[in-house]
């Protein structure tokens, strides 16, 4: 009896330890199945974050070929912009220095004109008085009467001549300084609207330097470039109004010139006249001889 009690004794700590050890092992399989779902969770994890790292770096390649695209298409619109800026400006230059030429050669041609007329009038001027120099000699023997009745004629004539002489070039010297009084106003005129035009571009430049300073970050190799190319043409257009200036000057001194000569063309002409006059006409006492070249100066 005691024998089949340690059987039975045995028997049951046998099941009970193969029911442990079958719980064990269950237990063992359960956390292995567990530790490997956990680790097919872990590696699907890892590979939906590698695809999605994969995707966020493809979209950024996207972005930044895009990016790079529109820098370059902007890039090779400013540098055409430029380019056009920069043929339009050599076209001016070219354009104005034709210009110049041409003024200059006009200048030069009419200045030409100019010496040519007053060298003819001056030797048909000659030729007058030498033809009057002639006449005054063959007519001297013939003259000599009628001068002594005429002296007191010529002598009133003279005085008379003289004021109206002194009071021409009263006339003429108040026209004169009314004539350089305006061109005085006319240059300050247009060295206001010269100032104005600077004070605009000063201001012109200032907006371009404002404008510089927002973009600087983005655009500052392009703004450089077109505030250099401003500065440039700010030279050319003063260096044209100056030439400009200079020409105007040489114009009004040429012109000035003329008619100086061509008021001392006149005088010899008037002189001539009333010599002729003077010679021709017949003694009085009751006339003044000169009185159709005083009605005509008149």
């Not at 956390?31 to 939906?48: F, I, P, T």
């Not at 030729?127 to 007519?139: C, T």
């Not at 061109?183 to 404008?211: G, I, M, P």
Request: hydrophobic share 30%; glycine share 2%; charged share 40%.
């Amino acid at each position: 009896r005691e024998r089949r009690e340690s059987f039975a004794f045995r028997n049951e700590e046998g099941k009970r330890i193969r029911e442990v050890e079958d719980q064990m092992k269950a237990n063992a399989m359960q956390d292995e199945h567990e530790s490997y779902e956990l680790k097919w969770a872990g590696e699907w994890d890892a590979d939906d974050y590698k695809k999605q790292m994969d995707q966020e770096r493809r979209d950024s390649l996207n972005f930044r070929n895009q990016e790079a695209a529109r820098h370059d298409a902007v890039m090779k619109e400013l540098h055409s912009l430029a380019q056009e800026r920069e043929h339009e400006s050599y076209m001016l230059k070219w354009a104005g220095e034709n210009d110049a030429k041409q003024y200059l050669a006009d200048q030069e041609e009419l200045r030409r004109q100019s010496l040519a007329f007053r060298n003819a009038e001056g030797r048909r001027h000659r030729d007058i008085d030498e033809e009057n120099r002639a006449k005054s000699v063959l007519d001297a023997s013939n003259n000599e009467e009628l001068n002594a009745a005429c002296q007191r004629d010529v002598r009133q004539y003279r005085a008379d001549c003289a004021a109206r002489y002194r009071a021409s070039l009263c006339l003429r010297g108040k026209e004169h300084f009314s004539n350089r009084m305006q061109a005085e106003n006319e240059r300050e005129v247009k060295l206001q609207q010269d100032h104005e035009s600077h004070l605009l571009d000063t201001a012109a430049w200032q907006d371009v330097n404002d404008y510089v300073d927002e973009c600087k970050r983005r655009k500052r190799l392009s703004l450089a470039f077109r505030a250099k190319e401003k500065c440039r043409h700010f030279q050319i257009e003063k260096e044209q109004t100056k030439l400009k200036i200079r020409q105007q000057h040489l114009d009004t001194q040429y012109r000035s010139e003329d008619a100086r000569y061509i008021e001392m063309a006149k005088l010899k002409e008037k002189a001539r006249v009333a010599l002729e006059a003077f010679d021709r006409s017949p003694t009085t006492t009751f006339g003044n001889p000169f009185a159709k070249i005083l009605n005509n100066s008149m």
